[in-house]
Each structure stands twice: as structure tokens, then as C-alpha cells.
């Protein structure tokens, strides 16, 4: 118990860090265990760079480039930096490993506080086209009981995409943010929120034995997230048929912290993972009274 306590003690530390480091600018940078982590979010991209310390200088061993339709990721990293490079970790038989670190892409829904999944509160959500993707860095592991259950955490990113429809945009006015339709003469193509959270969960972690290993496993518990950014974006064509693609505003109000209620299944490197998130998408009184879910896979590292 001692020992879990410890955990838990070091994860709100960390969770404290990062929201004392992370910045309400358009470009954030946020520091954790002697490594660097670039956020930049522009018209038509974000990019996510990773530094690692060496010696006296930072070195680049990670970075990603999102857009609205393809992904770009490069490693310059080996294991001895301090976490794991995807398809390269050696596993011992008869040892607890985590399950936490990969990459992770899944489909995002609305819900109501009561957990009523699909209750979008009037928000016309493009359920076709809101997704999840998930980037998780760090992993550990405390076994609390004959190898079986464990306490797993770690770190990660956690990027959200709701995209509304019927040509409608979500618009803060008078410090409340609401769902409005588009200016007259403008056809949106593109209408879109993204939130980019740093998460840390705390799972506790069933590992049976099936002859000398454990790679089926299942895992439940919470997932804390701090809100490093949150972009409106647009696209559309103007009267005299220029492509407009901007990010329209920032902000718009969403909740600085959020807690989801995360469960997990799988067998060696995939697993199915449900989330409901019983905080709002955006602050009291501020936004519509709506909760995100998501159903997807994980390939872990």
C-alpha cells in the first residue's frame, strides 16, 4: 500500500508540473524527466517534436506531423534514452509488463452526464469523422499481487477531433460558447475542435498466466488529462472561389482538466479500449453540456 501510495503521490506531482509549465499560447512546450516536448498547431498541421537530454544538449528523437488527411511520424531513438521504441522492447516471460505505451486511434462519440452514450445535447457532431488519436510515451508498472495485478501509469498525448455538421461551427459570444450556424453565403466543407491533452493514467491491471506469460490482459481505472491547447477550424469557399482554411478561434471555453473512465482488453500488442469521460467537454455554464466517449484499438510499443 505504501508503495501505491508513493505512486499516486508522484503522478499528481507530475500532473502539477506539467500544468505549471504548459503555456495558453499558440506554440507550447512543457518539460518532464529531462525531456522536451514541442506542441505547434498552424493552419493545415500540428507537429509534435520530442527532445531528449544528452549530456548538456537536447536531441530530437521523436516527431510527429498531423494533418486532416495524413500522418507523418520519424523515431531517432534507442532504448537507452529511457522509454521504449515500438516493435524493438524485449520481453521476459513470466514478468508483469504495462500496457499503456503506443499509438492509439479510435472513433469519438458524444455522451450525457448519466453516461447515455450517443446524447449529443444538440450538438450536430459528424460522428463519421470525429476520431481520437492517442500517442503514449511512457509506461510503468507496480505489481501488488503475486504477478497477477499490477498498478500500471505512464504518459502520453491525447489529440480529439470533433467535427460538427450541417454547416455549423461552434462560436464563443458573450463568454458563453455555443453551436451557430455559418455566415450567410458560406458553405463550410471543413468544422472542426480539436483538443490536445497531457494525460496520466492510473490503471490497475488483471495479467493471468497462461503457461509462462502474460500476454492476455485486462485493465480499467482513470485517465487525468491536462488541456494544453484547443483550436477552432474552417474551411470553405469564398464568393470569389479562394480556399479558406484558418483556424477561426481558441479556447472556446473547453474544461482545463478532464478525468476519463478508461477499460482495456487484449492479447500481446493490441488491445480494444472504451473511454467516457464524466467531465465536461467544456466549463459550466460556458458550453454545451456535453461528454466525450470513444471506442478504438491500441498497438503498444
Same mark, same amino acid.
Given at each position: 500500500?505504501? !508503495?501505491?501510495?508513493?505512486?499516486?503521490?508522484?503522478?499528481?506531482?507530475?500532473?502539477?508540473?506539467?500544468?505549471?509549465?504548459?503555456? *495558453?499560447?499558440?506554440?507550447?512546450?512543457?518539460?518532464?524527466?529531462?525531456?522536451?516536448?514541442?506542441?505547434?498547431?498552424? #493552419?493545415?498541421?500540428? !507537429?509534435?517534436?520530442?527532445? %531528449?537530454?544528452? &549530456?548538456?544538449?537536447? !536531441?530530437?528523437?521523436?516527431?510527429?506531423?498531423?494533418?486532416? %488527411?495524413?500522418?507523418?511520424? /520519424?523515431?531517432?531513438? #534507442?532504448? *537507452?534514452?529511457?522509454?521504449?521504441?515500438?516493435?524493438?522492447?524485449?520481453?521476459?516471460?513470466?514478468?508483469?509488463?504495462?500496457?499503456?505505451?503506443?499509438?492509439?486511434?479510435? +472513433?469519438?462519440?458524444?455522451?450525457? &452526464?448519466?453516461?447515455?452514450? =450517443?446524447?449529443?445535447? =444538440?450538438?450536430?457532431? %459528424?460522428?463519421?469523422?470525429?476520431?481520437?488519436?492517442?500517442?503514449?510515451?511512457?509506461?510503468?508498472?507496480?505489481?501488488?499481487?503475486?504477478?497477477?495485478?499490477?498498478?500500471?501509469?505512464?504518459?502520453?498525448?491525447?489529440? /480529439?477531433?470533433?467535427?460538427?455538421? $450541417?454547416?455549423?461551427?461552434?462560436?464563443?459570444?458573450?463568454?458563453?460558447?455555443?453551436?451557430?450556424?455559418?455566415?450567410? =453565403?458560406?458553405?463550410?466543407?471543413?468544422? /472542426?475542435?480539436?483538443?490536445?491533452?497531457?494525460?496520466?493514467?492510473?490503471?490497475?491491471?488483471?495479467?493471468?498466466?497462461?503457461?509462462?506469460?502474460?500476454?492476455?490482459?485486462?485493465?480499467?481505472?482513470?485517465?487525468?488529462?491536462?488541456?494544453?491547447?484547443?483550436?477552432? /477550424?474552417?474551411?470553405?469557399?469564398?464568393?470569389?472561389?479562394?480556399?479558406?482554411? +484558418?483556424?477561426?478561434?481558441?479556447?472556446?471555453?473547453?474544461?482545463?482538466?478532464?478525468? %476519463?473512465?478508461?477499460?482495456?482488453?487484449?492479447?500481446?500488442?493490441?488491445?480494444?479500449?472504451?473511454?467516457?469521460?464524466?467531465?465536461?467537454?467544456?466549463?459550466?455554464?460556458?458550453?454545451?453540456?456535453? $461528454?466525450?466517449? &470513444?471506442?478504438?484499438?491500441?498497438?503498444?510499443?
Amino acid at each position: 500500500m505504501k !508503495k501505491v501510495l508513493i505512486l499516486t503521490t508522484a503522478l499528481i506531482i507530475s500532473l502539477i508540473t506539467f500544468v505549471s509549465q504548459a503555456q *495558453e499560447k499558440k506554440d507550447t512546450t512543457v518539460v518532464f524527466n529531462e525531456k522536451k516536448i514541442f506542441i505547434q498547431d498552424s #493552419i493545415g498541421q500540428m !507537429k509534435v517534436q520530442i527532445m %531528449d537530454k544528452d &549530456s548538456n544538449e537536447y !536531441k530530437k528523437v521523436y516527431e510527429g506531423i498531423f494533418t486532416d %488527411d495524413k500522418t507523418f511520424e /520519424r523515431f531517432n531513438v #534507442i532504448e *537507452e534514452i529511457g522509454f521504449n521504441v515500438p516493435f524493438l522492447k524485449k520481453k521476459k516471460k513470466g514478468t508483469m509488463e504495462p500496457h499503456w505505451a503506443g499509438f492509439g486511434f479510435g +472513433k469519438l462519440t458524444l455522451a450525457d &452526464s448519466k453516461m447515455n452514450i =450517443g446524447e449529443t445535447g =444538440g450538438v450536430p457532431l %459528424d460522428k463519421g469523422k470525429s476520431s481520437e488519436i492517442m500517442f503514449n510515451i511512457m509506461e510503468g508498472i507496480l505489481p501488488v499481487f503475486n504477478h497477477t495485478f499490477g498498478i500500471t501509469s505512464g504518459f502520453g498525448l491525447d489529440w /480529439r477531433n470533433f467535427h460538427l455538421e $450541417n454547416n455549423s461551427h461552434f462560436l464563443e459570444e458573450d463568454n458563453v460558447t455555443g453551436v451557430y450556424p455559418a455566415p450567410a =453565403g458560406v458553405d463550410y466543407t471543413y468544422s /472542426r475542435l480539436r483538443t490536445l491533452h497531457l494525460t496520466i493514467p492510473l490503471l490497475l491491471e488483471w495479467q493471468p498466466m497462461f503457461g509462462n506469460n502474460h500476454k492476455f490482459y485486462v485493465s480499467g481505472g482513470v485517465v487525468g488529462g491536462w488541456n494544453v491547447k484547443s483550436t477552432y /477550424r474552417i474551411k470553405y469557399k469564398s464568393a470569389e472561389g479562394d480556399k479558406i482554411n +484558418k483556424v477561426e478561434s481558441h479556447g472556446l471555453n473547453t474544461n482545463p482538466l478532464t478525468l %476519463d473512465i478508461m477499460a482495456q482488453i487484449g492479447y500481446s500488442d493490441i488491445s480494444v479500449y472504451a473511454k467516457y469521460s464524466p467531465v465536461g467537454v467544456f466549463q459550466k455554464d460556458k458550453g454545451p453540456e456535453i $461528454n466525450a466517449a &470513444s471506442l478504438g484499438l491500441i498497438i503498444h510499443f
